[in-house]
């Protein structure tokens, strides 16, 4: 059964920092383009960063860029997100999603329908 599983969310004070994490159970991540996404009430699903299976390139959207790291695990068949001087506007639901497109790049990744499989979500609440 493919399954994803976020965790590592939580309660966090402005400028601190959380680190995401995204494990995969019935296929291996790293065949697939990986995505986090967020959410944040009252608004629409944004595309957060990815990490392609082709060379391994990331992407970041612009108000996390030099704040946030996704990388891979291979060994433990999961995907981090590191997420460093976080701000207010960073509290949203984080998910992960898969994308068997080896091609996603700088103009397709924040797309989520081109993502397969999506996990449950983890908060992330950024306030002191």
């Known amino acids: 059964q493919v399954q994803l599983v976020e965790s590592g969310g939580g309660l966090v004070q402005p400028g601190g920092s959380l680190r995401l994490s995204c494990a995969a159970s019935?296929?291996?991540?790293?065949?697939?383009?990986i995505g986090w996404f967020r959410q944040a009430p009252g608004k629409e699903r944004e595309g957060v960063s990815c990490?392609?299976?082709?060379?391994?390139?990331?992407y970041y959207v612009d108000s996390v860029k030099g704040r946030f790291t996704i990388s891979r695990d291979n060994a433990k068949n999961t995907v981090h997100l590191q997420m460093n001087s976080l701000k207010p506007e960073d509290t949203a639901v984080y998910y992960c999603?898969?994308?068997?497109?080896?091609?996603?790049?700088?103009?397709?990744?924040?797309?989520?329908?081109?993502?397969?499989?999506w996990g449950q979500g983890t908060q992330v609440t950024v306030s002191s």
């Open positions: 999603a898969t994308s068997r497109i080896p091609t996603l790049d700088g103009s397709s990744w924040y797309r989520g329908g081109l993502y397969d499989y």
């Open positions: 019935g296929f291996t991540l790293d065949h697939y383009a």
């Open positions: 990490i392609n299976n082709y060379f391994g390139a990331t």
